[in-house]
T-cell receptor, first 113, second 117 residues
Framework: ETGVTQTPRHLVMGMTNKKSLKCEQH?????MYWYKQSAKKPLELMFV???????ENNSVPSRFSPECPNSSHLFLHLHTLQPEDSALYLC????????????FGPGTRLTVT | AQTVTQSQPEMSVQEAETVTLSCTYD???????LFWYKQPPSRQMILVIR??????QNATENRFSVNFQKAAKSFSLKISDSQLGDTAMYFC??????????????FGKGTHLIIQP
């Protein structure tokens, strides 16, 4: 695998389910990010991790719970979501948290029913 | 807070033509980066080109070049000899150099570019 990978690519879940999104970066980067991309809206930054420590949480509801067990892996745990949470969730990584470009995974298309 | 504005929701040009996508931004910071990302129908966000604010020379990557006007806070993308594979959403993005802090990218709403055969 190369670059940034995400699984699953598509997910349909009910409002009472619990699921997790997984992201893995094969670039040796130190920072990882979760973004939400909804229709007709700009990408929204959700969480930032630097060397496995969360450094930014952009006022995201607690039904989204991130986890970063090491600098290569990032998870987004989902529970009791709302239909408005349906979106494309993108993971990204960068060499350092404070500068430079970010490289993105292919995203997980989430539908909440 | 930073804002990024892309005023062209959609553009359409013929194959082999040159097209320019516009982007303006607003910031009080002096050290920052600007990027253009491409998102084709496959949804993979791909970095097209980057520009450091301290560099006066405009960045170029093969058929892609930028016109960076720092005083005007403008960052346009020019695509020369456009190809069918250039059809995609193009996002302008901004990132502060935060010197040890943490920041993500601030994105514009995107321009849907269609290359017609």
């Amino acid at each position: 695998e190369t670059g940034v990978t995400q699984t699953p690519r598509h997910l349909v879940m009910g409002m009472t389910n619990k699921k997790s999104l997984k992201c893995e970066q094969h670039l040796g980067h130190n920072a990882m990010y979760w973004y939400k991309q909804s229709a007709k809206k700009p990408l929204e930054l959700m969480f930032v991790y630097s060397l496995e420590e969360r450094v930014e949480n952009n006022s995201v509801p607690s039904r989204f719970s991130p986890e970063c067990p090491n600098s290569s892996h990032l998870f987004l745990h989902l529970h009791t979501l709302q239909p408005e949470d349906s979106a494309l969730y993108l993971c990204a990584s960068s060499q350092e948290v404070s500068w430079g470009e970010q490289y993105f995974g292919p995203g997980t298309r989430l539908t909440v029913t | 807070a930073q804002t990024v504005t892309q005023s062209q929701p959609e553009m359409s040009v013929q194959e082999a033509e040159t097209v320019t996508l516009s982007c303006t931004y607003d910031t009080s910071e002096n050290n920052y980066y600007l990027f253009w990302y491409k998102q084709p129908p496959s949804r993979q966000m791909i970095l097209v080109i980057r520009q450091e604010a301290y560099k006066q020379q405009n960045a170029t990557e093969n058929r892609f070049s930028v016109n960076f006007q720092k005083a005007a806070k403008s960052f346009s993308l020019k695509i020369s000899d456009s190809q069918l594979g250039d059809t995609a959403m193009y996002f302008c993005a901004f990132r502060v150099y935060s010197g040890g802090g943490a920041d993500g990218l601030t994105f514009g709403k995107g321009t849907h570019l269609i290359i017609q055969p």
